[in-house]
């Protein structure tokens, strides 16, 4: 390889150009058309869709990672599965998969490799991400959702003894909860007994993948939920390291907020 003579720059240049940066396009999405809480494979598809739409969309995580279990398929072993017709989306997302011996419909692909395509394809559409940020409350204006509450994941791990870290708002039109098993947003309405979530129920593959789709729904006016959060919402069966419910659900997430929106 030929030496290598890299653009003069100062650190404190760089520096500059990490906070200009970042302050320019938060300030832009302090408000927004659709605010996705989880960066999971529900989300991300939601996100993906909603941006490829023309829709303005700001996707919040509270790790420094996206994905959530997507990435890791089952018990730490970096595969993960799909059941037909969620093919087609691996597909769309030019992720390669097989078929699993003699199950028909049921296909294997490398979990890292369908993650970084999906978080790829979000970012290409033209999402915008912000990690490491802790849903803290929802904004309510005339009982309808209308934004969030946000801090940095951090702060939750700071001593009592320091003083409060006030969070800021984030406004939209709509709000999705993709934040899976937790269902972050459902339960800040619940707290404010605004509805009551059901709970997940125990796994039963089969009927999960079909009812997380069939009610990825406006759980509240405002509050759209998709994929696990669907199931602690309605008391729906889990289903495991199966993820063609998540991306299906994702899907139909993004088909009901733009019908909302009327774009």
Known sequence: MKAVEFSPVSESQITRAIVAE????????????????????????????????????????????????????????????????????????????????????????????????????????????????????????????????????AVSALPREIACVDPVSLESKLVIDATGHDASVVKKLEERGLLKAKGQGAMWVERSEDLVVEHTSELYPGLIVTGMAVSAAYGLPRMGPTFGAMLVSGKKAAEVAIEKLGV
Do not use: Q
Not at 50 to 75: M, T
Not at 77 to 90: C, D, F, G, Q, Y
Not at 94 to 106: A, F, T
């Open 22 to 153: 970042f302050a320019k396009e938060f300030e832009n999405y302090v408000e927004t058309e659709v605010i996705i809480v989880g960066g999971g494979p529900s989300g991300l598809m939601a996100g993906k869709e909603l941006a490829a739409s023309g829709v303005k969309v700001l996707i919040i995580e509270r790790n420094n990672y996206l994905g959530g279990g997507f990435w890791l398929g089952g018990f730490l072993m970096n595969k993960l599965t799909v059941r037909s017709p969620a093919e087609r989306i691996l597909d769309e997302l030019g992720v390669p998969y097989k078929e699993y011996g003699k199950v028909k419909g049921l296909y294997v692909a490398d979990a890292p490799h369908a993650c970084s395509k999906l978080i790829a394809a979000a970012c290409d559409a033209g999402a915008k991400i912000l990690n490491m940020t802790a849903l803290d409350d929802v904004v309510l204006h005339n009982e309808k959702v209308s934004g969030v509450v946000v801090n940095w994941t």
